[in-house]
Each structure stands twice: as structure tokens, then as C-alpha cells.
């Protein structure tokens, strides 16, 4: 389904943040892209109120920005920016991973490997946002072991951009979810070798900054 079919829901302003956030991360609204509100609101179905809400929410996520005389942008990607946004997220999820794989019961494991499962699903049916998603949930498993909920809210704040970053620049991770360092962090955790977990996630964090540093720029505004 097109992120920009008409919105026939309660909680309009909501649908259309998730709508609109899905089209910015997964490149349909391409960075730099003009925003119309009318014309957002024509393709949703909707009227412009609840579009202008969703916007707002959309600058304080940083994927939209907002010019002078009320109009908005989707924000441009630059390797500089995406670096920075991968610098962050880098030093969340690896401190993350060194506190809550040692407090990983095997239960939480099985639900890793269900929740990376319904990822490559996803993926494999075409749904690069469902596996986006399907991937942060299994995170949030290790997240939650580290009984410091401010993990997740701050990781919260960051995904939407890191996202764009990887569905656009590094999509064959979420793609091949099923066979990703993803597998093998999971396969290590299965066998009680969480310094072999840490270790791989700690590899693909570099990776895939040598990825994003090695692109041209974009050339966007």
C-alpha cells in the first residue's frame, strides 16, 4: 500500500504522521522535497488540520524542516548529517548491548529470534518499514534488560533518521535481515556467547559508517 493512499481512520493526525514519516524514510519523499500541505491532505483524503499536526511532529523528529512564510521541506541528507545521526546511534545500542546481554534470559533470546523472524518476513514480502520496524523490535529486547528505560526513549527519538539513513543508503541490510549480522548476533546469544554478540554488533556499527562515509554527497540543498 502507497504511504499516500487516503486515510479512512479515527485518529487522523496519528495515521497521517505514520503515512508521511514512512514516505520520507523509505525515500518516496525524497530528501529536500517541497511539502504542500494541501496537496498531502488531498492525496490522504484529509483536511489540512490534521496534516499540519503530523508535519509539526515531523519537524521535531528532524525529518521535515521548516522555512520561512509556513513552508516545510523534508529535510536534506547529507553523509555529514548521517554520519552524526550514526555516531549517536552508534554509542546508544553498542552501551546498550554491553549492559543488557549480560541480563538476557533464554526466554528473551527465543523472543529475539521471533521478532528478527518476523523481520525477514516482512522483508521478504517487499516491506522494508514492517522489517524496519520488526528490527527495533528486537533490539527493544536487549533495550529492556538493561532496566534503564532511558535507553529506549532515546533511541526512540533518533530512529525516524537513522532509518531514512538506512532505507536509503544501506538497503540491502534491512533486505537481507534474515542473513544480516543480525542472524549472527542472535546465533551467538543462542549459544551463550553474549562477548561474541557484543562483538559482531560492535563490527557492523563500523561497517556501515565506512558505507555512509564512502558515498558522494547527494547534492541536496
Known amino acids: ?49 490534521p496534516v499540519r499536526e503530523a508535519v509539526k511532529r515531523l519537524v521535531g523528529e528532524g525529518l521535515v524542516e521548516e ?38 534470559r533464554a526466554e528473551d533470546v527465543d523472543e529475539m529470534r521471533r521478532r528478527l523472524d518476523a523481520a525477514a518476513r516482512a522483508a521478504a514480502g517487499g516491506d522494508m518499514i514492517g522489517a524496519l520496524a520488526g528490527i527495533h523490535a528486537m533490539h527493544t529486547v536487549v533495550y529492556d534488560a538493561t532496566g534503564n528505560p532511558e535507553f529506549e526513549r532515546a533511541l526512540r527519538s533518533i530512529v525516524p533518521r537513522f532509518d531514512r539513513v538506512l532505507h536509503l543508503w544501506y538497503t540491502d541490510s534491512i533486505a537481507d535481515v534474515g542473513s544480516s549480522y543480525r542472524r549472527d548476533v542472535v546465533d551467538a546469544l543462542e549459544r551463550g556467547a553474549g562477548a561474541d554478540a557484543i562483538s559482531i554488533m560492535r563490527d557492523a556499527w563500523r561497517r556501515f559508517r565506512d558505507v555512509v562515509a564512502a558515498r558522494e554527497e547527494p547534492g541536496a540543498a
Do not use: N, W
Not at 496519528?14 to 522535497?33: E, F
Open 1 to 49: 500500500m502507497s504511504p499516500l493512499t487516503p486515510i479512512e481512520t479515527p485518529f487522523l493526525r496519528d495515521q497521517a504522521l505514520v503515512r508521511l514519516r514512512a514516505a520520507i524514510v523509505s525515500g518516496m519523499l525524497a530528501p529536500s522535497a517541497a511539502l504542500s500541505i494541501d496537496d498531502i491532505a488531498d492525496a490522504l483524503g484529509l483536511s489540512t488540520m
Open 67 to 104: 522555512l520561512p512564510r509556513r513552508a516545510h521541506r523534508v529535510a536534506p541528507l547529507t553523509s555529514r548529517g548521517a554520519l552524526d545521526v550514526l555516531e549517536v546511534m552508534e554509542t546508544l545500542m553498542v552501551r546498550a548491548y554491553e549492559l543488557g546481554v549480560p541480563a538476557l
